[in-house]
């Protein structure tokens, strides 16, 4: 049975994401909108298609740079055109039960370390994806050089 989760009541969601997904990994996934339309293939095969790691890599770096622009601009810091995230997700499987872990390598030129780091804390803390895994995954953030 799954277990219910009690969340604090929310007027209105910001954005609600339509998806319909057929075939599991090895099927397809269409948003409600037409924008998003994938074929899906499992990890390590040479099937043509993303897999969900790969999408939940995109999104999550996708956030997380978002979340660290905001970051910036309440501390009046320019954030640099070229700032990049490479995104790692594992799948793991440890006795038959699987399991995500990741690290966010973050490239933020032009930038003292410190500040770098700062950013990267606020984003760890309103990004909602890292939010959502904080204490779920094992995550490493990492600034990292251009």
């Known amino acids: 049975m799954l277990k219910e989760i009690n969340l604090?009541?929310?007027?209105?969601?910001?954005y609600t994401a339509h998806t319909h997904t057929t075939g599991g990994r090895d099927g397809a996934s269409r948003s409600s909108d037409g924008r998003l339309d994938i074929k899906l293939s499992t990890p390590g095969t040479s099937d043509s298609g993303t897999n969900p790691e790969q999408l939940f890599?995109?999104?999550?770096?996708?956030?997380?740079m978002g979340a660290m622009k905001i970051a910036a601009g309440k501390r009046k810091i320019r954030f640099p055109a070229g700032a990049?995230?490479?995104?790692?997700?594992?799948?793991?499987?440890?006795?038959?039960?699987?399991?995500?872990?990741?690290?966010?390598?973050?490239s933020l030129p032009g930038l003292a370390h410190e500040v770098g780091q700062?950013?990267?804390?606020?984003?760890?803390?309103?990004?909602?994806y890292s939010k959502a895994t904080h204490g779920n995954i094992d995550v490493t953030y990492k600034l990292v050089e251009a």
Do not use: H, K
Not at 118 to 128: I, N, R, V
């Open 118 to 128: 700062d950013l990267m804390e606020a984003a760890s803390q309103t990004c909602p």
């Open 84 to 106: 990049a995230i490479d995104t790692e997700v594992d799948l793991c499987n440890t006795d038959g039960s699987f399991f995500l872990q990741a690290r966010l390598n973050v």
């Open 57 to 64: 890599a995109a999104g999550w770096s996708a956030c997380f």
């Open 8 to 14: 604090p009541q929310v007027e209105s969601a910001y």
